[in-house]
Every structure is written in C-alpha cells, then in structure tokens.
C-alpha cells in the first residue's frame, strides 16, 4: 500500500489482498523463472514450503493476441495459491490491458510487473530492466496497471540499477510506491552484472528502510546463518529464492524450518531425489504445451540436470542424462545411481546455496 495513503479501510483491505505478510510472517516466494518455473515446478515446490509464486512472465503483447501457448505459460491451480501472473513491456496502454484480461480469466491474488529481466531481447524492447534508465515511464506503465485492476494488488521487481554508476533503486521503489505497487522485489545485482558477482544487500536493505511498502529481498543467499541475519538486519518482509531452487525445491523446506526453529530439516535421501526427479518428468509430458509432444524426454534434460546438484557422481550422471530419452531409460539409470551410492542424505542442508 503506497505510504501516501493510510486510511483504516486501505489497511484492511491490505490485510486480505497480502495475507502472506500478516502477522509479521517472513513468505518465501518462488522467483519467476523463464524455462523453468512452469506449473509443474511449482507443484513441486508448494509442496516443500513455497508460500508464494509468480509465473514465468509473459510479454503483455501477446496476451492481447490471446495466444493458447501464453496463457497456459501463465495457468496455475487453486493450491499454488497465494500466485501471481508477471507482465513485462514498454507500452502503459498495452500493460493495463493485459493486466486487465489477466485479472478477468485468472483471478490472481496479484499481477507483477517485471522491471529486472536483463536478457538483451528483453532490453531491446525498452522492457525489463531496460526501464531502470527510463523512471518515468517505468513510473506510467505501474500507475496505467494499478488503475486498470483496481481490485488487484500490483507488485513489481526491479534490480538496483543498470550499471554500478546507476543504482537507482531507491529512486525506483518510492516512484513505483506512489503510484500504487503493494510490495517491491529488489534483486541485488545490476542489469550489467546479470546473475554473476555477489547481490548487493545494502542496497536492498536502504530501500527496504525508505518505502513503506514490503520489500523482498532477492540475490544469492549462501547459508542458513544468512537467511537469518538478513530477516533481522535488513528490514526485508520476505526472501525470494530462484536459481537455488532449481532441482531442489526441499529448500524451501530447510529454508521453513530455519525461521521458524532455528535448526536445520532433514535432507532428502537419494531415493527420494529420483523419485522427485520421475514424478517431475511424467507430469511434464502429461503437459504437452510446455515441450513437444510425445513422450520423449530430450527436451527437458537441463532441466533434469538440475537435480544431480551435489549428488555423488554428479558430473557422470549428467552425462548419462544426455542419452536418456524415455520415463523408463531414466527409472534405469535410477535404479543404477541408487545400487551404487545407496539411500542416506546426499545433501548437507544449505549446501546448495553455495
């Protein structure tokens, strides 16, 4: 809710527009991620303690040509709620109605807006993070959203800024507050940085003190002694996790019992790893519109690849994966990995963080 507004009927209705902050709760929200982040994946990790997701984004474009293949990137179940639908593009009038047919066929419990993504094909289309060099018409696209879906909260994710010479962040948060966002995302690393080199949490944490609206924080934690300081230090609401969770969505398990115990939960066991990785390729060809049709696996092994993070024999499995091409190779090579290493814990928690 924008600071410039305070009035007892705005706090509850924030109260029931942003439950998964109410009563000082710390969420976990899942990153959107495009490729990877689907509603297979996501299944997976409401499972082990995601409290909120965000779909892959979706250019506003093409959700006003109503293309299937767009909607169904952006298709979620009633259980992955709280969920939100990310939008990105460089046109206000374009935003608000693709804002507007988001909330009418979807009913998400909110709309992102993606001001962080540094592809160059993103950039070169003034949207993304591109808009961190133009303020006020990142500042026109969020007001045109906001009025468009007046019953929806909207939310947006920026980066500090283009280049280590433009952190603009704080500029953008209290811009992006004043015309209506409800929660900020700040991802601690520069458009120019991409997803290398180390997030810069003070600059999260100075926006997190200057806007009056919840900032999560987003940026390579490495530990569980992280996650902790950075709830107690930085004045962040909530962690958004991304790459960490790819293949491994027991962090936010680990992640769960940190806060609120302080200790760590249980790694998975081998078995349970392959099992995940199994159930999680079956329901990927039960959902054709996410690869080619067909019940060949070859389009999904880098997705596969992510779940021999750190388990013996890593580097020899993925290139076992390469030649994987059916649900029954892979129950094979299952069956292999798991005779050769057995079934204890692979996986010291926060390990994959590192």
Known sequence: MPSISNSPSNEREDAAALSWFRGGAFPLYLAPMAGYTDLVF????????????????????????DEARIWET??????QRPMGVQIFGAEPHVMAEAARRVEA??????????YGCPSPRICRQHAGASLLQD?????????????????TPVTAKIRI???????VAVEAARCLEEVGIRVLTVHGRTKVQGYSGDADWSVIAEVAERVGIPVVGNGNVR?????????RDTGVRGLMIGRAALGYPWVFRELSEQLSAGS??????LQERWETMIAYAEALLER????????????????????TKRLPGGRRLREAIESVETVSQLRDLAARHCSEYGDGPVLAPFDIWR
Do not use: Y
């Open 264 to 269: 760590h939960a249980g790694a998975p066991g």
């Open 135 to 151: 303020l006020p018409r990142l500042g026109r696209i969020a007001a045109a959203v906001v009025r468009a879906v007046p019953a």
């Open 105 to 114: 066929r979807l009913s998400p419990d909110f709309i992102d807006i993606n």
């Open 161 to 167: 800024g283009w280049d280590e010479r433009s952190i």
């Open 74 to 79: 952006v298709d979620f179940t009633e259980a």
């Open 42 to 65: 996501r299944s997976l990790c409401k499972a082990e303690g995601a409290d909120v997701m965000v779909t892959e984004f979706v250019l506003a474009d093409h959700l006003l040509r």
């Open 288 to 307: 054709p519109h996410i690869g080619p049709q067909g019940n060949r696996l070859h389009w999904m092994r880098p997705r596969l690849k992510f779940f």
């Open 223 to 231: 530990s569980s002694a992280d996650v902790l300081r950075l709830r």
